[in-house]
């Protein structure tokens, strides 16, 4: 069956989409599933950096420039996570045909993976516009304040635009009783709420997957609950909630 492919998108940058792009490819390779993150952050990635991956000298750069096949570009990292980086040379960048990605993204589709999750640029460019056609769904990334929200209505507004379907948001760094309403405010349905959490930052300095190192922080069990969403993997109800149902 052909792999489902996720686009995590945003209009403003620093958002979080490479570090809940990973997390939850990590949290979906934890439940079995064949699962790939690439980076199509083509001009600035930063993928690879938040992994223990040493500087990977194949990269989806060079498979865009025609000089390397695809599957020589994908590694496999922690918790059998595969990731295909973007490599940082100029004088890759420069050769790049980025109408070639389309190809790479459909010849994956039909490899091994159930899902694939694209690390989709900041920004309205071309360069985030174009891997998000490529996607069966999107999913923005949105902060609680006021520019990021502003931003991600104009890329709904735009996406529409383009026929591409955007099917929820998840509101990252969040903080208790602010901006509650963000998914009203856009439109869109709430998939999860991500908390701003110290352990995110001690994972990504650590370069290790957080529902290893902090398992038990708000942030892990947040992104495990959007990971088995995005698998259709009913929650376990707890005690409680089976008594008042
Ligand atoms: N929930 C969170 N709590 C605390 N820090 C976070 C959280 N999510 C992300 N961060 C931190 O915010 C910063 C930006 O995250 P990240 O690089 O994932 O954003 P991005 O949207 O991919 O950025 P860009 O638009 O530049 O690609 C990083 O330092 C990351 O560790
Ligand atoms: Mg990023």
């Given at each position: 069956?052909?792999?489902?492919?996720i686009?995590?998108?945003?209009?403003k940058?620093?958002?979080?989409?490479?570090?809940?792009?990973?997390?939850?490819?990590?949290?979906?390779?934890?439940?079995?599933?064949?699962v790939?993150?690439?980076?199509?952050?083509?001009?600035?990635?930063n993928?690879?950096?938040?992994?223990?991956?040493?500087?990977?000298?194949?990269?989806l750069?060079?498979?865009?420039?025609?000089?390397?096949?695809?599957?020589?570009?994908?590694?496999?990292?922690?918790?059998?996570?595969?990731?295909?980086?973007?490599?940082?040379?100029?004088q890759?960048?420069?050769?790049?045909?980025?109408?070639?990605?389309?190809?790479?993204?459909?010849?994956?589709?039909?490899?091994?993976?159930?899902?694939?999750?694209l690390?989709?640029?900041?920004?309205?460019?071309?360069?985030?516009?174009?891997?998000?056609?490529?996607?069966?769904?999107?999913?923005?990334?949105?902060?609680?304040?006021?520019?990021?929200?502003?931003?991600?209505?104009?890329?709904?507004?735009?996406?529409?635009?383009?026929?591409?379907?955007?099917?929820?948001?998840?509101?990252?760094k969040?903080?208790?009783?602010?901006?509650n309403?963000?998914g009203?405010?856009?439109?869109?349905p709430?998939?999860?709420?991500?908390?701003q959490?110290?352990?995110?930052?001690?994972?990504?300095?650590?370069?290790?997957p957080?529902?290893l190192?902090?398992?038990?922080?708000s942030?892990a069990?947040?992104?495990?609950?959007?990971?088995?969403?995005?698998?259709?993997?009913?929650e376990?109800k707890?005690?409680?909630q089976?008594?008042?149902?």
């Open positions: 069956m052909a792999a489902k492919i686009a995590l998108g945003s209009g940058g620093g958002v979080g989409k490479t570090t809940v792009a990973l997390n939850i490819g990590f949290a979906i390779a934890s439940l079995n599933k064949k790939l993150v690439v980076d199509t952050d083509i001009s600035l990635p993928l690879d950096l938040y992994t223990g991956l040493e500087k990977p000298l194949i990269t750069l060079e498979v865009l420039n025609g000089t390397s096949d695809v599957q020589s570009a994908i590694y496999t990292i922690q918790m059998g996570l595969d990731i295909l980086p973007c490599g940082s040379s100029l890759a960048l420069q050769n790049v045909d980025l109408d070639k990605l389309g190809n790479v993204i459909s010849e994956l589709k039909d490899s091994e993976y159930e899902l694939i999750i690390d989709i640029p900041a920004g309205l460019s071309k360069l985030s516009m174009l891997p998000m056609t490529y996607s069966d769904e999107v999913i923005l990334i949105v902060n609680p304040d006021p520019a990021s929200i502003s931003d991600a209505q104009k890329v709904k507004a735009a996406t529409a635009l383009a026929g591409i379907s955007v099917t929820g948001i998840i509101v990252n969040y903080k208790k009783s602010v901006y309403d963000i009203i405010k856009l439109g869109l709430v998939l999860g709420l991500i908390p959490d110290e352990a995110i930052i001690k994972a990504r300095d650590a370069r290790k957080l529902i190192l902090k398992p038990g922080s942030s069990k947040a992104i495990m609950k959007i990971s088995k969403k995005i698998c259709g993997i009913p376990k707890s005690i409680f089976r008594f008042i149902r």
